[in-house]
Nanobody, 123 residues
Framework: QVQLVQSGGGLVQAGESLRLSCVVS????????MGWFRQAPGKEREFVAA????????YYEDSVKGRVTISTDHAKNTVYLQMNSMEPEDTAVYYC????????????????WGQGTQVTVSS
């Protein structure tokens, strides 16, 4: 079973940057998708970005394109989410996820989840 441990997060001012990390342990395959989701209070968990573990091809939710970069460091077994020009609307608990799925924009097919990390953006 793949296990995910997140780090990063915290409180930032609007316009600042933040990087989240997700360390992966356990058996990984090139077909795995690594996703980042977020969930604001009272809202459903929503897709932010995903990356194919084997090809490193990234995918982004339209509203974050240009501000967010997802990347991997296979030597460190880590997936990163770099967020720039942050906005108060980015405030949420962020989760990384892993799964063998082509439906990478929805949370249900992902098999493993990180513990979540709070990101708060003040205006």
């Amino acid at each position: 079973q793949v296990q995910l441990v997140q780090s990063g997060g915290g409180l930032v001012q609007a316009g600042e940057s933040l990087r989240l990390s997700c360390v992966v342990s356990g058996p990984m395959f090139s077909t795995y998708m690594m996703g980042w989701f977020r969930q604001a209070p009272g809202k459903e968990r929503e897709f932010v970005a995903a990356i194919n573990w084997g090809s490193n091809r990234p995918y982004y939710e339209d509203s974050v394109k240009g501000r967010v970069t997802i990347s991997t460091d296979h030597a460190k077994n880590t997936v990163y989410l770099q967020m720039n020009s942050m906005e108060p609307e980015d405030t949420a608990v962020y989760y990384c996820a892993a799964g063998r799925t082509l439906q990478y924009t929805i949370p249900q097919p992902y098999e493993s989840w990180g513990q979540g990390t709070q990101v708060t953006v003040s205006s």
